[in-house]
């Protein structure tokens, strides 16, 4: 344990002493002299802890410890720190991948953005945490905070929920990018940003997030900006005269142009070369990385060489070549699509220890065009609800059995056109008759496909190049079910019913007591469904909210991306047959009452106890 810049007076007795405590506050290991300082200057003093037989931090077993820390001056304690810390050593070696606590693993991760769709930025600890751990539960261990410092709590809970961490500083270094500003990749661009502030401001902000940051055991890796290096935004060298960098389609040809008055990728160089020794001057622990656009120019301009872990974002194809030509360097994915393609190149690669997808979950801004207001590249929707495609990546990531149905009409142009695999919707309500394909996501052998109790058919994983089993189904009213086997002999099953007309609304809640604390959330998730429960997907009344009770509801979220029904409304449509409402305490025990109305349909309310 490290303190510095402590200060006292002459003559005046400072004791300084640490002990460490498991996450129940029994104590574990303490120093055994405490040290007397007789100063007037500040200083800097190590102390060394020892612990036998730790609990080691880790994505399956995040075990944390508390280190305390006093300060006394003549006896008397006068200032003290708790820090949760966790005990794990890691390593990346360029061979064989990643090692935690000496077991070699891969990285699975995603790319969050900091938003959450109706709650802005600031996003109370609780929806992170739900997030989290639907994350988790599709087979996820590690977040890429992309592309500034996240909110403390955010680490703290990667850190008590075991999730491994790039911690990320700039999306943006002196030179300015071009930004979206008339719909997704449109020229002409929009200039403003960070740019403008990083001459005066990046070695204070980059130090302060290394400091502020560095006693979770979460992260692995520093990251000093992201995909500054895209070719001529703005950044520009002989080794390419013509180039498409972001943002530039419709960009005129002659923009397109090596221009040696444009500024010089070689600079990039001279910058992350300082950022690096920022980062280490603050902590050596850890090894520094950078996302690039164009790791064949970086590596040309020697950008790469000052890096510890280089990372390649969407160059699956380049694997290879670096292996071949650089040998000793680690390579990772730090941003990738969600192909198959893309996971296997790590998934077949030991050398290549993870990827990060993007994205973990929908976010505001970076959309294709109004009135779509909102990047559809999550898992997830706006409202953490889970996408089709969650659970295609959730038979590819998860060590557990699983299996999950959709469907989609054979007519559907999204199945051609669309670039991210949207996954079909888990639905059975369909026109009689139409052509469909039914699509199986599961990790185990081979599975069996059943409609109205009649076989359609068993199929075998192994016999699918896309990842997952597909029928061809023409549509009748009934039980779709399907049931898969693992070798093992372990089965699992899953089904889809066709649903009645929309007849109730149905409210659950999370957390059914909360605290008078004016800042504690509960989730309340509002469904549209049939006389007898079942969902109806299709559904999209218009819901009104009402609240009743020491709470607020701070916001309604449908992770519809194209309804521009205000945030501070206390209506909303339902979407995919749901809405949430994100409930807020007060101050003041008592009950909340949360009440869902909509026309047509059977009213509901639901009693959360406030204590």
């Known amino acids: 344990m490290t303190v510095s810049k402590l200060s006292s007076q002459a003559h005046e007795s400072i004791e300084v002493s640490n002990t460490l405590r498991d996450s129940g506050g029994n104590l574990i290991e303490s120093v055994g002299d405490e040290i007397v300082i007789h100063t007037s200057s500040s200083l800097e003093l190590n102390q060394t802890i020892k612990v036998t037989s730790p609990h080691l931090w880790s994505p399956s077993s995040p075990d944390l410890y508390v280190l ?10 006068i200032d003290h720190v708790n820090t949760p810390i966790g005990i794990r050593w890691f390593e990346f070696d360029a061979d064989k991948g990643f090692f935690l606590n000496g077991v070699n693993m891969k990285i699975k991760g995603v790319c969050v953005h900091h938003d959450a769709g109706a709650l802005g930025a600031a996003v109370p600890v609780a929806v992170w945490e739900r997030r989290l751990q639907a994350l988790q539960e599709m087979g996820c261990n590690a977040i890429r905070m992309s592309h500034n410092p996240p909110a403390p709590h955010l680490l703290d809970l990667c850190d008590r929920m075991g999730f491994l961490v790039i911690d990320e500083a700039f999306d943006e270094w002196e030179g300015v990018k071009h930004k979206w500003s008339t719909g997704h990749n449109v020229y002409p661009p ?10 005066q401001w990046g070695e204070l902000d980059i130090k302060e997030m290394v400091l502020r940051d560095r006693n979770h055991p979460s992260i692995i890796l520093w990251s000093i900006g992201n995909e500054v290096d895209y070719p001529n935004d703005p950044y520009c060298h002989p080794y390419f ?9 419709n960009k005129p040809a002659a923009e397109r142009e090596y221009d040696p008055n ?37 590596n040309l301009i020697g950008y790469v060489d000052t890096l510890d872990v280089v990372g390649y974002n969407y160059k699956e194809h380049l694997y290879e070549e670096a292996r071949q030509q650089y040998p000793n360097r680690v390579t990772i994915g730090s941003e990738n699509s969600a192909s198959l393609e893309a996971w296997l190149a790590v998934k077949d690669n030991d050398a290549i220890c993870a990827q990060f997808i993007w994205t973990g979950i929908d ?7 109004w009135p779509i207001r909102v990047s559809q590249a999550g898992f997830m929707d706006l409202a953490g609800y889970k996408k089709a495609s969650y659970y295609f990546r959730q038979s590819l990531w998860l060590e557990d059995k699983m299996v999950f149905l959709a469907a989609t009409s054979k007519d559907d142009p999204a199945n051609v056109s669309n670039k991210r695999w949207h996954g079909g919707a888990p639905h059975w309500n369909w026109k009689a008759g139409e052509q469909l394909d039914v ?3 599961t990790n185990c052998e081979e599975a069996e496909l059943f409609l109205n109790e009649r076989s359609l058919g068993t199929k075998k994983l192994i016999d699918s190049p896309l990842g997952y089993l597909s029928w061809e189904v023409s549509f009748e009213e009934g039980t779709l079910n399907v049931v898969a086997r693992s070798a093992e002999g372990i089965g699992c099953s899953y089904a889809l019913e066709t649903a009645a007309k929309s007849y109730q609304l149905l409210l659950q809640v999370d957390a059914p007591e909360m605290s008078a604390d004016g800042q504690d959330i509960a989730h309340v998730e509002i469904e549209i469904t049939d ?3 079942k969902l109806v997907y299709l559904a999209d009344d218009l819901i009104q909210l009402s609240i009743d009770g020491p709470g607020e509801i701070i916001g ?3 992770g519809d991306v194209q309804d521009l029904e205000p945030y501070s409304s206390k209506f909303r449509k339902a979407y995919h047959g749901k809405l949430l409402a994100y409930v807020r305490t007060g101050v003041t025990a008592g009950q909340i009452v949360v009440k869902a109305e909509a026309q047509g349909l059977i009213t509901a309310s639901i009693v959360i106890a406030v204590k």
Do not use: W
């Not at 305390?68 to 304690?77: D, S």
């Not at 929009?190 to 001459?199: M, Q």
């Not at 070689?266 to 850890?286: G, W």
């Open 68 to 77: 305390c820390t006093e300060i006394r001056k003549n006896g008397e304690v």
């Open 190 to 199: 929009k200039h403003f940003g960070y740019y403008e502030e990083f001459p």
């Open 241 to 249: 005269q013509t180039m498409t960098g972001n943002n530039d389609a």
């Open 262 to 298: 444009k500024p010089q990728s070689d600079r990039l160089t001279t910058i992350a070369t300082n950022l690096v020794r920022y980062v280490k001057e603050c902590d050596m622990t850890r090894p520094v990385t950078a996302a690039l656009a164009f790791p064949e120019l970086a």
């Open 363 to 369: 976010y505001m801004g970076e959309a294709k065009g």
């Open 439 to 441: 699509i199986c996501y």
């Open 531 to 533: 006389s007898y429960g």
């Open 556 to 558: 309604l979220e449908n």
